[in-house]
């Protein structure tokens, strides 16, 4: 089965650049390109979430209520009675 598509010449530079570096045709580089994107795309049962857990991280903020309370723990930090820096030179909020 054939398929005709109009591309920006920017995209289609990049695809004769990368069929000219890996030696293939135009044409094998658009259909390895759109096979790869429908298996993405095409598997229902993969959430949104699990294609972008790996780039997640967690930071270590040292206080232990801080996603429940920020707000509070903000409000004192920009009043100047939130933030000391402790002997180990990691931040801590104090009362």
């Avoid at 135009?26 to 994107?37: G, I």
């Avoid at 996603?67 to 002997?87: A, C, E, F």
Wanted: hydrophobic share 30%.
């Amino acid at each position: 089965m054939q398929l005709t598509i109009r591309m920006p010449d920017d995209q289609m530079g990049k695809i004769e650049h990368i069929a000219k570096k890996m030696g293939l045709k135009k044409s094998d580089v658009t259909r390895m390109a759109l096979k790869k994107f429908i298996e993405e795309y095409s598997d229902s049962t993969v959430k949104p979430f699990d294609k972008v857990k790996n780039l997640l991280g967690v930071v270590e903020s040292g206080v232990p209520d801080l996603g429940q309370r920020h707000r509070n723990h903000l409000i004192k930090k920009i009043k100047g009675t939130g933030i000391s820096k402790s002997s180990n030179s990691s931040y801590r909020f104090c009362s």
